[in-house]
Nanobody
Framework: QVQLVESGGGMVQAGGSLRLSCAAS????????MGWFRQAPGKECEFVAA????????YYADSVKGRFTISRDNAKSTVYLQMNSLKPEDTAGYYC?????????????????WGQGTQVTVSS
């Protein structure tokens, strides 16, 4: 089992930036896909971004395209989510997840493990 620990959340004004990190342990990080999801109060969990283990296949939700960037450092067993031009609607608990199955059509992966989450709050 992969253990995931998120960090980097906090409070920021609209238009600001944050970088989230997710450190993994317990499995071979380089062989699993990684992704970020978020959930705001009263709403369903929403996909944000995903990255395959090769670091080349990357997908984003339409709501964050052009503002968020997902990346990974296999040497550090860490995945990042750089969030720029933050909006109040981005306020949510952010969770990273890992999966060993990657699908190309449609692009997605099965989330087998989840972190505890980190809160992001964006004010006007």
């Amino acid at each position: 089992q992969v253990q995931l620990v998120e960090s980097g959340g906090g409070m920021v004004q609209a238009g600001g930036s944050l970088r989230l990190s997710c450190a993994a342990s317990g499995r071979t990080f380089s062989s699993v896909a990684m992704g970020w999801f978020r959930q705001a109060p009263g709403k369903e969990c929403e996909f944000v971004a995903a990255i395959k283990w090769d670091g080349r296949s990357i997908y984003y939700a339409d709501s964050v395209k052009g503002r968020f960037t997902i990346s990974r450092d296999n040497a550090k067993s860490t995945v990042y989510l750089q969030m720029n031009s933050l909006k109040p609607e981005d306020t949510a608990g952010y969770y990273c997840a890992s999966g060993s199955k990657w699908y190309a059509a449609p692009p997605h992966f099965e989330s087998d493990n989840w972190g505890q989450g980190t809160q992001v709050t964006v004010s006007s």
